[in-house]
């Protein structure tokens, strides 16, 4: 295995996760809410009236964060190579529904907000979502290629 230098950014990585860090742990101190992206855009499928303004809110800011910074900063951001066709990301993405349903929470719940709280329930989660997600790339670059 070798480092792709060129793509190699420590430092934005470093800054993204303390970014991450501090946003999460500001959300559960101000709402007592676990910043899961699962629970959030699940709690609009059966949505309360006095909950569901921050969480459309929220999303809002998901799409409109990096949408506004490609529109004034194209230079910083450079485009995804995806090696899969429509139809695969799909399945993907109902696949990946599917196991936050049945995980009670998603990487972002568990790996960062539940991992922080020492939750053993989380850490479980979060062991099954890297060895799964590292079995997914040996089967399908070293066994099927």
Do not use: K, Q
């Not at 964060?65 to 450079?78: G, I």
């Not at 995806?82 to 599917?98: F, K, Q, S």
């Amino acid at each position: 295995m070798t480092i792709d230098w060129t793509h190699f950014t420590p430092w934005a990585a470093l800054a993204g996760g303390a970014l991450l860090g501090v946003a999460s742990a500001a959300f559960i101190l101000v709402n007592g809410r676990i910043l899961g992206i699962s629970g959030i855009l699940g709690g609009l499928l059966i949505p309360r009236r006095s909950d569901a303004s921050w969480r459309v809110f929220f999303l809002l800011g998901l799409i409109l964060a990096p949408t506004s910074l490609s529109l004034l900063a194209p230079e910083l951001l450079s485009a995804p190579r995806i090696d899969a066709g429509n139809a695969t990301i799909v399945a993907a993405g109902i696949l990946v529904g599917l196991g936050t349903r049945y995980g009670s929470g998603c990487t972002s719940g568990h790996g960062v907000c539940g991992l922080s709280r020492l939750s053993p329930r989380s850490l479980v989660a979060t062991l099954a979502f890297m060895a799964s997600g590292f079995a997914t790339v040996y089967l399908i670059r070293h066994v099927l290629a």
